[in-house]
């Protein structure tokens, strides 16, 4: 339970910004480069492609991890049951209502014209991510959860 605990968070949380940069190199650099797309690489586009968000989420995960260190142990542990327990709430929330409102404007005819090359793209990096994320789970960090009591 903890190594695919672990898992998630290198894999997916972690990775999420780097894939989402290749992906938005990917897509102007080689998916568009037969569709008339200019032989150099555009990085105005690059940027208008990577999501924005993913900064945010770097930022507040550093904001929470310097706050927790300057409240010491026991005033990170209150800090994490009170401000983080509420925030996860609304998070959860969130993305539920994000995915729920993605869900009703999906245009299946439009995804369908884009190909199989992002499928192959997202499939892909699950394939680097799984194994990646269970060894540095299972072997890189194999100290830190036999600490745990």
Not at 88 to 104: D, N, P, V
Request: hydrophobic residues 55%; aromatic residues 18%; proline residues 2%.
């Amino acid at each position: 339970m903890t190594t695919f605990t672990l898992m998630k968070v290198v894999g997916r949380d972690m990775f999420v910004g780097i894939w989402a940069f290749l992906v938005a190199i990917l897509s102007v650099t080689v998916w568009e480069k037969g569709k008339g797309a200019a032989e150099t690489i555009d990085k105005k586009e690059i940027w208008r492609r990577f999501p924005k968000f993913i900064i945010g989420f770097f930022v507040a995960s550093l904001f929470t991890t310097f706050v927790i260190t300057m409240l010491g142990t026991q005033g990170g542990a209150v800090y994490s049951k009170e401000v983080i327990g509420v925030l996860k709430t609304l998070r959860g929330w969130a993305f539920t209502w994000t995915f729920l409102c993605i869900g009703f404007t999906t245009r299946f005819r439009e995804l369908t014209a884009v190909g199989w090359k992002p499928l192959a793209a997202f499939t892909l990096g699950v394939l680097i991510n799984v194994p990646l994320g269970y060894w540095l789970s299972s072997s890189v960090f194999a100290g830190y959860w036999l600490g745990i009591k």
